[in-house]
């Protein structure tokens, strides 16, 4: 008896955990991120050269700023134009059965990424097949 009040205690703690994790993960996000490379599945990739900078501003108030001096179109959307768009983390059930971060809004998506942060680096991963990597710089 006290080993089954144990394990639905032990379930219970495991199964009430909040969504706590969403601060977190929005602090990862926060300040500028630089575009180093746009890559796809289908081998449409985009490296930018020395004299491209496309800025990435992640705001706590949950906005997304992108500056950009890329004066034309990339065959893989408009991940380079500038904006501000919202972007929300929220947990995905269905695809990615992870945390994903969505950039922009329902009228203006630019689409829903898995996320990696390691250390300076960042990369967003789509279901579809794109993968933006970013460098810290501020």
């Known amino acids: 008896m006290k080993k089954s009040i144990l394990f639905l205690c032990l379930i219970g703690t495991i199964v009430s955990c909040s969504n706590d994790d969403e601060t977190l993960e929005n602090d ?72 994903v971060v969505k950039l922009g809004s329902n009228s203006n998506p630019l689409g829903v990424f898995y996320f990696h942060k390691n250390g300076n680096s960042l990369l967003l991963s789509e279901y579809d097949g794109r993968f933006l990597t970013f460098e810290k710089v501020q």
């Open 28 to 99: 990862d996000f926060v300040g500028s991120w630089k575009l180093k490379k746009i890559e796809t599945f289908w081998n449409e990739n985009y490296d930018l050269n020395s004299n491209e900078e496309v800025i990435y501003h992640f705001s706590s108030d949950m906005s997304l700023t992108i500056e950009s001096n890329v004066e034309f179109d990339v065959p893989i959307g408009n991940l380079t134009e500038s904006q501000t768009i919202p972007y929300s983390i929220y947990y995905e059930e269905v695809l990615y059965e992870n945390t």
